[in-house]
């Protein structure tokens, strides 16, 4: 079993829509929780994180960790074409530098 | 700025070949990663290393040898191409700045076709 656990989609939503995008994860010890974004043929590129449970927003975009039950969420709020992308979770240990990251979901935003 | 720079982004070997893959990053940064990212599986961590002179296994290590004989550089060696290390590779680094979380910087990818 992995440690994050990432259902690889392919997800369709229609332009505006919201989006919603989760991991679970196994490893107590995981205490950062990030959200990456990956267009195709680039590598990723760092979208969110958070520290431990609790919610993080930034524009259209909110984080959202339940360490209860150790899942992880992305909500993508009036979803754009140009979010079209395989968006990554991943979670770190405290005071590791080691990142384990999920399969992906890749995302298609159709105008 | 250049960020993360990998080298090459395409090659296609022949089975038993050798080959290298080099990342040149210019922040400065202590840590430095490679991965592998093939579909369904997400990132995988193929070597890393804490700081110049230093290297230790990630999660898929077998088939690949790694090099950091400078703080800026992380080489990548395949010894004996195999088909099954058909992947893109990333490069990555991070800094070590005091803080728990750090955030990990990638390159363009390498993919590489293994025949």
């Known amino acids: 079993q992995k440690e994050v656990e990432q259902d690889p989609g392919p997800l369709s939503v229609p332009e505006g829509a919201i989006v919603s995008l989760n991991c679970t994860y196994s490893?107590?010890?995981?205490?950062?929780f990030m959200w990456y974004r990956q267009y195709s043929r680039k590598g990723p590129e760092l979208l969110m994180y958070?520290?431990?449970?609790g919610n993080k927003e930034d524009g259209r975009f909110t984080a959202q960790v339940d360490k209860s039950s150790k899942y992880i969420s992305l909500f993508i709020r009036d979803s754009q074409p140009s979010d079209s992308a395989t968006y990554l979770c991943?979670?770190?240990?405290?005071?590791?530098?080691?990142?384990?990251f999920g399969a992906g979901t890749r995302l298609f935003v159709k105008a | 700025n250049a960020g993360v720079t990998q080298t090459p982004k395409f090659r296609v070997l022949k089975t038993g070949q050798s080959m290298t893959l080099l990342c040149a990053q210019d922040?400065?940064?202590?840590?430095m990663y490679w991965y592998r990212q093939d579909p369904g599986m997400g990132l995988r961590l193929i070597h890393y290393?804490?700081?110049?002179?230093?290297?230790a296994k990630g999660e898929v290590p077998d088939g690949y040898n790694v090099s950091r004989l400078k703080k800026q550089n992380f080489l990548l060696g395949l010894e004996s191409a195999a088909p099954s290390q058909t992947s893109v590779y990333f490069c990555?680094?991070?800094?070590?700045?005091?803080?728990?979380?750090?955030?990990?910087?990638f390159g363009q990818g390498t993919r590489l076709t293994v025949v």
């Open positions: 490893n107590s010890a995981f205490q950062y």
């Open positions: 991943a979670a770190q240990n405290t005071g590791g530098f080691k990142t384990i």
């Open positions: 958070t520290y431990s449970s």
């Open positions: 990555a680094s991070s800094p070590r700045d005091g803080r728990e979380n750090t955030e990990a910087f």
């Open positions: 290393s804490v700081g110049e002179g230093t290297t």
């Open positions: 922040m400065n940064h202590e840590y």
